[in-house]
């Protein structure tokens, strides 16, 4: 059985968690050596205009339409039918019930993430909730979530990112029960945790490229150092495990934005920003296309695996005044209005070129009986500026490859948003089953 050698998370639990602090840093470190360069948000426009027209195109559009009506739909609309309620399309509004817990209730809180106990002055940022343009998206309700995955298990596949809503979630469900840390390893980016109270598994699988990857000079830095991707080779560290799990949440991101060789069919076919003079570069929107693609492929062509996957899409990162290694931070306090910013540049094209593989993926899933679900993170996290660590993810006089982290997301902060949009659409899975044709709904 698996959890006799549990370290309990729960709250005030003598055996909390010990060795919590070292899950984290490998992952911190690791995540950023090419972090979006500065992004000025244009203030205004066009998601306004994107919103009166989404209600007009919502289905149709998909093969021949160009990537700025693809954009349009996407970020409007995707796929939803008419009369209901997307709950990705909102707003932040402020929530004085919140948080729902703190780094001394949750001890899963990874170090880097732990705004609170590395000084931030503010707490303005926890107190804010999303709420979906034409309906409610209610709040984490961990005693419903834990009854909808009762003896089910959820994997979460992807970097330090999707770590973070992984602490997240459990420190939600620990409000009202305990969990066992059951790692099958000693290895801090293979954590699996045990809710023994109702048999529900989450475990986390570090890929960060989700197709097999290594550093060129395994010497190099592993911040800023040259990987070779093996574009349509998904990493073995998780397909062979897909079949014990009943959610998966996939996730990349900035990791493809580093350096990288690209190798399809054992040859080399490109690069991203290698400067090699004889490599063509095709940029990282190639690379982040293909491991999608290959990555979504492994589902489709899984034999005996029944379980839901879920793409959680792109988390813009918020460096102003500078890029990440040079004088960026993120030192907003609250929240961007709907208004004051919009989807452009390198957030757009990686979100597009995601969804698109996302689409493709899930119309195959549909002969094969593979559900994919799209977790469309993305808009709500772009108006989040406010939820960073920035300089609190570390002691002060710390030498942190990223010194300014506004990448990762403050535990508890607004990543916690990302668990209420899951719970939603567990719910509806379940819904599903039980009234086919009643709201075909949010989430397709
Ligand atoms: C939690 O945060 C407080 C500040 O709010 C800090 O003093 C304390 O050390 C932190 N505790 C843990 C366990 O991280
Ligand atoms: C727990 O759930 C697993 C499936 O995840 C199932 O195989 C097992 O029988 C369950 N155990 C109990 C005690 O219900
Ligand atoms: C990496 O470093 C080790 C120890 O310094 C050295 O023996 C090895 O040759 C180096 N490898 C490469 C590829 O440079
Ligand atoms: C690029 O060309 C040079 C000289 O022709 C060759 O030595 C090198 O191996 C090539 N690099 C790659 C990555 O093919
Ligand atoms: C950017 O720098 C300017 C001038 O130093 C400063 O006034 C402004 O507050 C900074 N903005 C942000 C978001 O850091």
């Given amino acids: 059985m698996k959890g006799n050698s549990g370290r309990e998370l729960q709250n005030g639990s003598k055996t909390s968690l010990q060795n919590t602090p070292r899950i984290v840093l490998l992952l911190t470190a690791t995540l950023l050596l090419t972090i979006i360069p500065l992004y000025l948000f244009p203030l205004l426009a066009t998601s306004l205009a994107w919103r009166s027209q989404s209600s007009s195109s919502s289905s149709s559009s998909s093969s021949s339409s160009s990537s700025s009506d693809m954009a349009r739909d996407s970020i409007a609309g995707l796929g939803v039918a008419q009369h209901s309620c997307d709950i990705f399309r909102g707003e932040w509004v402020p929530n004085p019930n919140a948080p729902y817990y703190t780094n001394e209730s949750c001890r899963a809180i990874q170090e880097h993430q732990n705004c609170m106990k590395f000084g931030r002055p503010d707490t303005g940022f926890m107190k804010w909730r999303w709420k979906p343009t034409h309906c409610e998206l209610p709040v984490f309700n961990p005693a419903q979530f834990l009854e909808l995955v009762r003896g089910k298990s959820l994997a979460f596949v992807s970097d330090s990112v999707g770590r973070n809503q992984m602490q997240s979630l459990i420190c939600l469900l620990v409000r009202v029960t ?168 390198i957030n757009l094209k990686m979100y597009m070129t995601q969804v698109e593989e996302f ?64 719970l939603h659409m567990v719910k509806n899975e379940g819904g599903r089953a039980r009234s086919w044709n009643g709201r075909k709904s949010t989430i397709k």
């Fill in 178 to 345: 305990y969990a066992v840390d059951a790692s099958v390893t000693q290895d801090d980016n293979f954590r699996r945790y045990y809710f023994p109270t109702h048999n529900f598994t989450v475990a986390s699988f570090w890929s960060p490229f989700l197709v097999r990857a290594h550093k060129v000079d395994p010497n190099a830095s592993t911040y800023s150092g040259l990987f070779n991707l093996y574009l349509d080779e998904p990493d073995s560290i998780w397909t062979t495990k897909m079949t014990e799990f009943d959610y998966v949440i996939m996730s990349a991101g900035h990791w493809l934005l580093r350096p990288t060789m690209f190798y399809e069919g054992g040859q080399l076919v490109g690069c991203h920003n290698c400067l090699a003079p004889n490599v063509t570069d095709l940029t990282m929107y190639y690379s982040y296309r293909r491991v999608f693609r290959a990555a979504f492929r492994v589902f489709n062509s899984l034999e005996g695996f029944r379980g839901t996957v879920f793409l959680r899409t792109f988390s813009p990162s918020h460096f102003e005044n500078g890029t990440w290694d040079n004088g960026g931070d993120c030192v907003r306090r609250q929240p961007f209005r709907r208004d004051e910013t919009r989807l452009d540049g």
């Fill in 359 to 422: 689409r493709e993926a899930q119309r195959e899933g549909r002969e094969k009986g593979v559900r994919f679900r799209l977790l469309d993170t993305t808009d709500a996290m772009l108006l989040r500026p406010d939820g960073h660590p920035s300089r609190y993810g570390h002691l002060p006089h710390e030498n942190v490859p990223m010194y300014n982290d506004c990448v990762h997301w403050c535990l508890p902060g607004p990543i916690d948003t990302w668990n209420d949009f899951l």
